[in-house]
Structure formats: structure tokens, C-alpha cells
């Protein structure tokens, strides 16, 4: 996701995931239904919430810090920008708010812009379930949801692409994606040098049916060959509305008053954690 201002341009090098994360392994638990069954099951709703997911405005708000040798903050990036329609029902973004860049030891590549758009909020469809290897690894309980937790990576790495490599958390009840937690990964040309930062990315329900990415955060040590460069990344997706609705869409449960006259929350929900 990003290269040292000292490097030359660069598209994607492996991130080993953080030992801290992969020491949580969940319990060996086999499911009551096949796991393809499972697999297909998710698969069919994450490509019904994808279709759903374009026809809803939202804002995402991107801010990167990245940290000097005294582990302090060297510099930042930050992006706020209205996911909307126009006039002629064309998809695109507003930007709402972008100060100037301070980052000094980092730069954002084009492949950022990928993984912004398709990676940190990954979404595993029918149309690209064949490029991914999935295994299930057992149960896990998140913010109190039993979740059924698989693991996901690419199985071949084609030019210009960008693909998640992580695990995912499956709502055993929904069987709906809640959380994701890996890296973005590519094809690496010879002698390049980049880093991508390990990411969580969590979900929370809108309008009582889809599990829409509402919160990612990163907070990891990237190895560059002529040294470590520690970033942060928080991104926020808020202010979901269903594109043609009179109210805005709110997170949790459903709601019985199909216009409500209340503001909904401009935050996570308690259960998603703060930035560190």
C-alpha cells in the first residue's frame, strides 16, 4: 500500500500477518451444515449485498498517519468523500474534504486506490469466488455473534489485480460476512519494495438486512529494506442511505418507522472498537 520516498515506484510485496492476530486461532469446531453449504450460502448474500450496496450513498472518511524512528507522528493523509448519484443516476464521488498531504517518509501509489475501493471493504461474490482459495477453520464468538471463521487467499495473482489474502467471519445465524481481517496483495515485479498493512475491517447491519463495512482501522510496522516505518489507517463508511429514500439508513436492527425523524448515528456502534 505504500513505498518509501527513497525507493523507486513500486506495486506490491507480501506482509506477513502480525503473530499477535494469528496466535487467536478459533475453536476446532466442525458445523452442523457442510461447510460448502456454508460457503455457498454467504457467497449468494455478499453478491446480493454487493448489487445492494450500489444503490446506497454513503461518506468514507480515510485518514493515514504515518510515524517517524521516535515512534511519533512524521505525517499525515486524509480524505473525506460523498459516495453519490447524479442527475442521470451516474455513480461517483464528491470529495468533501482533502487538506494537503504532510506524509514525508511514505507515498500512496495507485494501487492504494484499489485496495480503498475493493480490498479493506472485500466482498466475496460469485463472480470472483473461483480466484480465491477458502478453508474453514472453526468457530469464533465476535462482539457476541457466533461466527463460523474461514480462511481466504488468491489463487493465482494476476497482472493489475488486487486481492484479499486474511480471514473472514461468517454470522452463523446469517451467514453473512461481519468481519475481515488481512492485507492486499498483487504481483510483485523484481527488486520492487512496497508494503501493505495488515487491516480489520468490521460490518454492522443496515436496513435490517445487509452487512455493510462501517469501520476499518491498520495500525502495523511496514519492513522496508532501508528501514521500518510504522502507519496508521482508520477508515469510516457512514451515513448509509438507499439512493431515491427520504431517511437515511441506520445501523443495528430493523426498524418498524420506515421514516425516521431522528438523525441516525455518524459513528461505529459501541461494538467497534476506537482507533488505538
Not at 495473482?157 to 498483487?186: A, H, M, P, S
Not at 532501508?226 to 496508521?232: F, H, Y
Amino acid at each position: 500500500m505504500l513505498l518509501r520516498l527513497s525507493t523507486s515506484f513500486i506495486l506490491l510485496v507480501g506482509l506477513t500477518l502480525p503473530s499477535a492476530r494469528a496466535a487467536e486461532a478459533p475453536r476446532n469446531e466442525q458445523p452442523k451444515i457442510p461447510v460448502e453449504q456454508i460457503i455457498d450460502s454467504f457467497v449468494k448474500k455478499e453478491t446480493e449485498f454487493a448489487t445492494a450496496r450500489e444503490s446506497y450513498t454513503y461518506r468514507q472518511t480515510v485518514k493515514m498517519t504515518e510515524y517517524n524512528e521516535a515512534n511519533r507522528p512524521a505525517g499525515s493523509w486524509e480524505l473525506v468523500q460523498d459516495v453519490i448519484f447524479g442527475p442521470n443516476r451516474e455513480r461517483s464521488e464528491r470529495v468533501v474534504y482533502a487538506p494537503v498531504p504532510s506524509l514525508r517518509l511514505i507515498q500512496l501509489t495507485p494501487q492504494d486506490e484499489q485496495d480503498l475501493r475493493d480490498v479493506q471493504p472485500f466482498v466475496m461474490t460469485t463472480q470472483n469466488r473461483d480466484e480465491y482459495d477458502i478453508a474453514y477453520m472453526g468457530t469464533e464468538t465476535i462482539d457476541e455473534i457466533a461466527c463460523y471463521v474461514f480462511s481466504v487467499k488468491p489463487i493465482a495473482l494476476e497482472k493489475g489485480e488486487r486481492y484479499f489474502q486474511g480471514q473472514i467471519w461468517v454470522d452463523q445465524r446469517d451467514l453473512q460476512i461481519v468481519k475481515t481481517y488481512g492485507k492486499g496483495v498483487g504481483r510483485l515485479k523484481k527488486n520492487e519494495d512496497n508494503q501493505f498493512p495488515a487491516f480489520e475491517t468490521y460490518r454492522n447491519q443496515i436496513d435490517g438486512k445487509y452487512w455493510f463495512p462501517v469501520y476499518t482501522r491498520a495500525d502495523d510496522v511496514l519492513h522496508f529494506r532501508n528501514g521500518d516505518i510504522r502507519v496508521k489507517m482508520v477508515i469510516k463508511y457512514e451515513k448509509y442511505k438507499r439512493y431515491g429514500a427520504e431517511s437515511q439508513i441506520t445501523f443495528g436492527e430493523a426498524v418498524e418507522d420506515p421514516n425516521p425523524t431522528t438523525e441516525p448515528p455518524t459513528a461505529p456502534p459501541p461494538a467497534v472498537p476506537n482507533p488505538k
